[in-house]
Each structure stands twice: as C-alpha cells, then as structure tokens.
C-alpha cells in the first residue's frame, strides 16, 4: 500500500470521478517502490461496487490518459503501473515543485532517497 501515492491521487484532477476511485483504489495495491500492482478487475468491482464494464471502461480512460500503464498477460490478472508524471507532485515530493520528470514510481523513490 502507498500512503504517498493514494495521496497524490486525491490531490489530482484526474477529470472522471470514477476514474479516480478506480485509480485510488489500485494506489491501494500499488508496490511502494514500483508502483506496480496486480488487482484483478472482480477485486476492483468489489471495493468500488461498480459494474465489470464501467471498471473496464475506467481503466481505458486512466492508460488513455497516462495515469497507468497496463501489462495484459496471460496470467489471470493484469499488472498496472501507476504512472507519475500527471499525479500532483507536491504530494508526493513533499515540495511544491515537481522533483523531476518522472515516468515511473521505481523512479520517483530512488531521486527521493
């Protein structure tokens, strides 16, 4: 779980408030280091009580618009990255200014350290 991540989340404008849940809800699964996550989309359904296809359609809107990336594998659950680079920065530098042009969480954690 990322405190720091989900935190971000709540502070960005991510323009669907849908889309947000979805996506606080895999900042909720999210490795704090990676940022990768595997929830599957039953689990999704079931924190957020949405329906499968508005889970479906709300994860399209988050990759459409680079706030995950998904890897679609063959194994039973996709993995999602969050991305970073569209998420409130302050939040998570705890600064006002945006540390560096990030791309991935992995990233983000090392320039923190």
């Known amino acids: 779980m990322s405190f720091a991540l989900m935190g971000a989340v709540y ?3 991510i323009g669907d408030a849908l889309a947000k849940f979805v996506l606080l809800v895999i ?4 490795n704090t280091e990676s940022g990768e996550c595997w929830p599957s989309i039953t689990r999704i359904q079931n924190v957020t009580h949405l329906s499968r296809q508005t ?6 809107y988050l990759e459409r618009n680079g706030f995950i990336h998904r ?3 063959k194994r039973r659950s996709n993995t999602y990255t969050m991305l970073v680079n ?3 920065q302050a939040s998570l530098a705890g600064r006002p200014e945006p540390v560096v042009n990030l791309i991935t969480i992995d ?3 090392q320039n923190l350290g």
């Open 107 to 109: 990233t983000l954690y």
């Open 55 to 60: 889970v479906v359609n709300k994860l399209d």
């Open 11 to 13: 502070k960005t404008d």
């Open 71 to 73: 890897d679609k594998t």
């Open 27 to 30: 900042a909720e699964h999210a």
């Open 86 to 88: 569209q998420l409130d």
